[in-house]
């Protein structure tokens, strides 16, 4: 009886995640075929920012929350009607904002979308008042945090497509919300426990110790620095900007050292590793160009092909290598090609920052081309 309850649960496991990373994976497809067919920005960017990871992020904020406080889900219900709602909501914003002005289809969307983050904010919240687990589960507070950030870069979004105060300035303070607040933040209390997991190397006992501070610190600077855009200060916005790249930088570096100790180095590590270093680097990069005068949002759209591409998009690719499979009951297979995929993935971000033109974007769209079709691939064998 136990091995038979033991298999459903198993299935139900695998299909869920088959049926996740199979969402990612169009979204990411899709959002490669319009950069390729030169769709607008707006098309272009949102399948990847709100699509591809914004549903990487609920599904796995979730299911890392699920592990850190030993709280298993009872059921895969919740969270999947979580991200159907998301789905809902992108097609709405993609859809009420496919034109000149902002029409009532991106008002439904956005909507739809902080219902999601409410909904995720208060899951999340419960099962880190019921965990029995150590301090460990203080990343879990990243995943809190960052959900608000995005709320508030639903609602600059929306302010700006309504016309409520200056365009400009609002849709720079969102981008910075959404980026260096939501996605970022995932990230960073992520790796933690992640990287190490992937290296065979122990967590770090100072970069657990630091998350309280740095994360006060992150998200203490980047309200300053969102407040500073709408203000109009940008050299102010630069400043605040920095104090997020010295909170990430208090984590990352101890991680880093506690890596290098670690006795697995395949590609999928590597691929976290290069991500990680590459949105510290561009958070550095964003704060710079702001501060020597340089627009907030033409700083921004120079750094978005490697951002997207060479930082969140490898980062997220390599972890869904990784971990999908374990999630459908298989190990990890060896993966030849890997190496060759990440090579083509950073040098095309190098070649986006060094030499903007066709040139950078191919290569990053081979890379991570490479890299879905491994996950494809990897989706495509039997379930236990």
Not at 51 to 73: C, K, M, N, Q
Not at 216 to 224: D, E, K, R, S, W
Not at 291 to 305: E, I, M, N, S, W
Not at 342 to 348: H, M, P
Request: charged residues 10%; contains cysteine.
């Amino acid at each position: 009886m136990t091995l038979a309850l033991t298999d459903v649960s198993l299935r139900r496991r695998a299909r869920w995640h088959t049926l996740a990373a199979g969402v990612i994976a169009a979204w990411m497809l899709t959002g490669l075929g319009l950069m390729v067919s030169g769709a607008s920005w707006w098309a272009v960017v949102h399948p990847f920012t709100l699509g591809a990871l914004s549903t990487a992020v609920i599904v796995y904020s979730t299911h890392f929350t699920e592990a850190l406080t030993r709280t298993p889900a009872d059921s895969f219900g919740p969270v999947a009607t979580r991200v159907g709602i998301l789905q809902v909501a992108i097609l709405l914003l993609l859809f009420g904002e496919a034109g000149p002005g902002w029409f009532w289809p991106a008002d439904v969307g956005a909507g739809l979308t902080l219902v999601v983050l409410a909904w995720h904010g208060l899951a999340l919240g419960r099962r880190l008042r019921r965990s029995l687990a150590g301090s460990v589960v203080v990343t879990v507070h990243f995943y809190l945090v960052a959900a608000g950030f995005l709320a508030v870069a639903v609602l600059l979004a929306w302010l700006a497509g309504r016309g409520i105060g200056d365009y400009d300035l609002l849709i720079a303070a969102h981008s910075r919300a959404t980026v260096w607040g939501w996605t970022w933040l995932t990230v960073l209390g992520t790796i933690i426990t992640l990287l190490p997991t992937l290296t065979g190397a122990r967590i770090s006992p100072l970069a657990r110790a630091r998350c309280p501070r740095a994360l006060t610190v992150h998200a203490g600077g980047l309200l300053a620095a969102v407040a500073a855009l709408l203000l109009d200060a940008p050299h102010l916005a630069a400043v605040f900007l920095l104090v997020t790249v010295v909170a990430a930088g208090m984590l990352v570096q101890p991680v880093w050292s506690q890596v290098l100790a670690g006795t697995r180095w395949r590609a999928a590590g590597l691929g976290v590793m290069a991500g990680v270093w590459w949105m510290l680097a561009l958070a550095a990069t964003d704060a710079v160009l702001i501060a020597r005068g340089t627009d907030p949002r033409v700083a921004l759209r120079l750094l978005v092909p490697a951002l997207l591409g060479a930082g969140l998009l490898q980062l997220v690719t390599s972890v869904l290598l990784h971990l999908v499979p374990i999630l459908r009951g298989h190990r990890p297979g060896a993966d030849p090609t890997g190496p060759a995929r990440l090579s083509l993935i950073n040098l095309g971000g190098l070649a986006t920052l060094l030499a903007p033109g066709p040139t950078g974007l191919i290569l990053l769209a081979l890379g991570l081309g490479g890299q879905l079709f491994a996950l494809i691939g990897s989706l495509r064998k039997d379930t236990p």
